[in-house]
Each structure stands twice: as structure tokens, then as C-alpha cells.
Nanobody
Framework: QVQLVESGGGLVQAGGTLRLSCAAS?????MAWYRQTPGKQRELVAG???????NYADSVKGRFTISRDNAKYTMDLQMNSLKPEDTAVYYC?????????????WGKGTLVTVSS
């Protein structure tokens, strides 16, 4: 089992920045951020493998940066130039395989609200 704890959500104006953090209870191959809005499927925002390889949704490329510290089992998501459409509950996720779309563990989620 892997426990994931997110932090850093909140309210920000459009164009602003937020940084989300996730702490895992042990090392794991893939860590990722997903987000979900009411009535929509959960979608991948960004993922990072233990090797450092990353994958971003087209909608956040150039604005968001994902990083991880393998020694501390932590992952961050730096979100810049935020838009109202980025408003969602953001979930930290982790997978035992090196695959951005096959997550085995989920955090409880943190709400990000971007006001226009």
C-alpha cells in the first residue's frame, strides 16, 4: 500500500500561480496529477516517472511543471498562468508500473479554484 497526501490547493485569480505538493509513503514508479470537474471524467494533468520522464496534457503544456524528489518520495506541480478552466479537484496518483494512465493509488484530492 502507498498513502498519498496532497497539499497546496486554494483560490487564485486568473494569471496567478499555485504549487501543489504530494507526499508518498514509499518510493513508486510513476507519480501523477489528475483533475476532475463535476460531470466530467478524471483527466491526466501531468505525470512523471522515477527516471524523470514527464508527460503533460496539451492544455497545460508551457504553464505547468511537474517534478519529484525520489529520495523524499515527494512530487510537486508548479502551476503558472492559471485559467478559470483549470478549476478542478486535483488528485495525486501513483502507479507501480511506468505508465501514466494506470494508477494504483489515489490521494483524497485538493480543490483549485481560479477566479476570472
Amino acid at each position: 500500500q502507498v498513502q498519498l497526501v496532497e497539499s497546496g490547493g486554494g483560490l487564485v485569480q486568473a494569471g496567478g500561480t499555485l504549487r501543489l505538493s504530494c507526499a508518498a509513503s514509499r518510493s513508486i514508479a510513476t507519480m501523477a496529477w489528475y483533475r476532475q470537474t463535476p460531470g466530467k471524467q478524471r483527466e491526466l494533468v501531468a505525470g512523471i516517472l522515477r527516471s524523470g520522464s514527464t508527460n503533460y496534457a496539451d492544455s497545460v503544456k508551457g504553464r505547468f511543471t511537474i517534478s519529484r524528489d525520489n529520495a523524499k518520495y515527494t512530487m510537486d506541480l508548479q502551476m503558472n498562468s492559471l485559467k478559470p478552466e483549470d478549476t478542478a479537484v486535483y488528485y495525486c496518483a501513483a502507479g507501480i508500473l511506468s505508465n501514466y494512465y494506470n494508477m494504483d493509488y489515489w490521494g483524497k484530492g485538493t480543490l483549485v479554484t481560479v477566479s476570472s
